[in-house]
């Protein structure tokens, strides 16, 4: 998904509301910043909790790639 925001004159943006839906950003997330080349890349930091990790460490094996995505914002 790309959609186009404008910079304003203190140098924010504003993230459009279908992407703080789809991802779930509420006043106060923590967004981590990247710049690759000429990119800027956000991601939403998320605090982990205990309950989160449940199951994680049982009898079952799991990817590193299952945990991320149980773990992460996006389908």
């Given amino acids: 998904m790309s959609l186009k925001v404008i910079l304003d ?22 967004l981590l910043i990247e710049v690759r080349e000429k990119m800027i890349i956000l991601k939403p930091l ?8 449940l199951g994680i460490a049982g009898e079952e094996e799991v990817s590193i790639e299952e945990i991320e995505k149980s773990l992460s914002y996006t389908d």
């Fill in 9 to 30: 004159n203190r140098g924010r943006i504003t993230i459009p509301s279908e992407i703080r839906k789809k991802l779930r950003l509420k006043k106060g997330t923590t």
């Fill in 46 to 53: 998320r605090k982990i909790s205990a309950k989160d990790l």
